[in-house]
């Protein structure tokens, strides 16, 4: 087999490719997606932190200069709230924008939400296992997160069913040679999202209440196409992650039950599996750089206005930086995994991600006496942002 997002096959199991690209050809180009390949630990971790790279190149050049075509006019609006939050522009602008949301993410903020986190996972994996299992990542791992973002940026109960489906429609955008229609999709989702934040923050402006949005509406400095930008990146990278990291670990640990035993019978074990789940079938596969001066990768040059692709998945396998790579261990103490990205885009959520997972993986350990799997569950078509359909679990308390 060889490197294919398209292929289900690969898809489902990229890391023997992954293997082979870092021993053979550490740096390769992907012509289908005119992108340069990057496998190994080393280098995803070192252009990550390169400021010779860019999430985009908007603030140094025209699209022309860039030697790449204009975007198709009916992508504005999708651009134009993707390009308004942080992760898709780069300092001076970047800095201005993480300085201002990070308040609300401080390590103590964080910290404070424990309890209520712990709460709605309680009461969600309560329901599950009442009525016997069923999709966990439908009726556990999707709700948790979502819940929680959408209780911190203030959206009101009866509009939360939106979210999720308006989010999964924006990040179709971000696969591989996206299809005409999930770009359209995107762009819909896009404009639908951006029409509610606009008029939920032109509520709260003159009228605050103690949420999210209401503080970024009452900050003079932000735009409102940046507030708006701001709330949708929240939503998509608060939850995408979380989501996947939960469906992947689960089924990894049932690839790996003596893990589970293990992890049953030694609860200190949950902030380092936690961490193992994440590099051992890594939710965020890829993130694209913008290359932004010519810089040089074990002796290939890479020129200005190309793009490489960091590939998370496989840099988190590598063999150089981890002991035996392939095998899931819940107690590996040395993981310097890399699946929230490093450098000035360092994932801001991170420990709010990391409580979610510990608060939601403690609640059905506790909670559920077994689970034991339905049917082998299937893998969605995406690539870059890698999760599965659903998870069918049977649940006794």
Known sequence: MRFDPWNPDFVAYPYRVYEELRREAPISYFEPAHQW?????????????????????????????????????????????????????????????????SKAFTPRMVESLRPRVRAIAQDLVDTYV????????????????????????????????????????????????????????AVRAAGEFAGYLKA???????????????????????????????????LNAGHEATVNV???????????????????????????????????DTPLQMFERWVLEDIEVHGVEIPRGAEVALLFGSANRDQAVFDDPDRLDVGRADNPHISFGAGIHFCLGAPLARIELMESFGALLDRAVTLELRREPEWKPGYVIRGLRSLELTATG
């Open 246 to 280: 939960t469906g992947n670990g689960w089924w990894s640990l049932f690839r790996n039950p003596a893990e589970l035993v293990r992890l049953r019978e030694d609860r200190s074990l949950l902030p380092t599996a936690v961490e193992e789940l994440m590099r051992w």
């Open 37 to 101: 390949l990057i496998s190994r630990h080393a280098d995803v971790n070192a252009l990550l932190r390169d400021r010779r790279l860019g999430r985009s190149y908007l603030h140094v050049a025209t699209h022309e200069q860039f030697g790449r075509p204009p975007e198709p006019e009916f992508q504005e609006p999708f651009w134009r709230v993707i390009r308004a939050g942080m992760l898709d522009v780069e300092p001076p602008v970047h800095t201005r924008l993480r300085r201002l949301v």
């Open 200 to 234: 939920l923050a032109a509520e709260r402006r003159p009228r605050p209440g103690d949420d999210l949005i209401s503080a970024l509406s009452q900050i003079p400095e932000l735009t409102e196409d940046e507030l708006v930008g701001t709330c949708v990146l929240l």
């Open 130 to 185: 009442a009525k016997g299992g069923g999709d966990l990542i439908a009726e556990v791992a999707e709700p948790l997160p979502v819940t929680v973002i959408a209780e911190m940026l203030g959206i009101p109960d009866q509009d939360r069913h939106l979210l999720r489906p308006w989010s999964a429609d924006i990040c179709g955008m971000y696969e591989l040679n996206p299809a005409p229609d999930a770009q359209h999709t």
